[in-house]
């Protein structure tokens, strides 16, 4: 068996990928914004990523911008077959680097139409609308008109499957009267635990949950728990960390990033890794009672 496939698999709407995929975000430059020091070495993870049975790759071409996705088409294209590109659209950069909402028509129709070309495709896979009220995080307001824009462009054949990005559980009921959601993806792992009950309600609707920053982000999980558990089970704390996420629910779709072969490998190697139910509890205590109501 591939090692990956001990972590299962989950469906994005009619298409099946491994729960262990990964985030194209750290290929561009520093703070998401222009080239690789490396390209060559960027090129290479993408490679050992499919290489090693990963067919589930997230990026958006707002990283860069442009070149996250510049650099997936010269290391992949033409595409295998099993492979799914997630991107997101509803952001832009800025030449300070900074992430400014893009909601109106003419701004998300153009973002498909560079996500397109800069991959290489006819189609997008599955395409992310991230709600930008507020850049640190899910705020509240209705997002019935730019959905209804990405609704549009998936009728006219240039999208395939709809997701939401940075939202809140009320806004994930408004998306769903309006599209055929696939995914959601927020912010969630050990210590960030809001979207406890979101997963939940999605797992029960068979909708997908891909928890970014799953290793804690820019700055990586710090705590002499996850360490002390690591450390007894020969494993290193995110390995942990990515396992407690796979187990958490079977909807946990997960795309940690890295433009290192040698971290891409640990972090493929959490799918071999099995947490008892007391580890889980264990781990479950590191989030406060706040964090994880």
Not at 79 to 90: A, S
Not at 117 to 128: F, M
Not at 254 to 263: D, E, F, N, Q
Request: negative net charge; proline residues 5%.
């Amino acid at each position: 068996m591939n090692d990956l496939e001990r972590a299962g698999t989950y469906a994005l709407g009619d298409r099946v990928v491994k729960r262990l995929g990964y985030g194209a975000m750290q290929l561009a430059g520093p703070h998401v914004f222009g080239p690789p020091k490396d390209r060559d070495g960027a090129v290479a993870v993408l490679r050992e990523a499919v290489a090693r049975g990963v067919n589930h790759i997230d990026t958006s071409d707002f990283y860069g911008p442009h070149v996250t996705n510049q650099i997936i088409r010269e290391a992949l294209h033409p595409y295998p077959d099993d492979l799914v590109i997630v991107t997101k659209i509803g952001a832009k950069r800025r030449s300070d680097a900074s992430w400014n909402p893009a909601f109106s028509a003419e701004d998300l129709t153009r973002a498909v139409h560079d996500n397109l070309r800069n991959l290489g495709l006819d189609a997008l896979d599955v395409v992310n609308l991230r709600i930008m009220f507020d850049v640190a995080g899910p705020a509240e307001g209705s997002i019935e008109a730019p959905l209804a824009v990405l609704a549009d462009l998936q009728r006219q054949g240039l999208v395939r499957r709809i997701g939401l990005s940075n939202v809140t559980q009320r806004q994930v009921a408004e998306g769903r009267r309006i599209a055929d959601i696939v995914c959601v993806q927020n912010a969630y792992n050990l210590t960030h635990r809001s979207d406890d009950a979101l997963v939940d309600d999605l797992a029960a609707a068979g909708i997908a949950y891909v928890p970014f920053f799953p290793l804690g982000g820019f700055s990586p999980l710090q705590s002499t728990t996850l360490s002390g558990v690591a450390e007894r089970l020969g494993a290193t704390p995110m390995q942990v960390a990515l396992a407690w996420l796979l187990r958490r629910a079977p909807n946990i779709l997960l795309i940690p990033g890295t433009s290192s072969v040698a971290h891409l490998r640990e972090n493929l190697a959490a799918a071999d890794l099995t947490l008892s139910d007391a580890v889980m509890r264990e781990l479950e205590g590191i989030a406060g009672p706040a964090e994880a109501a």
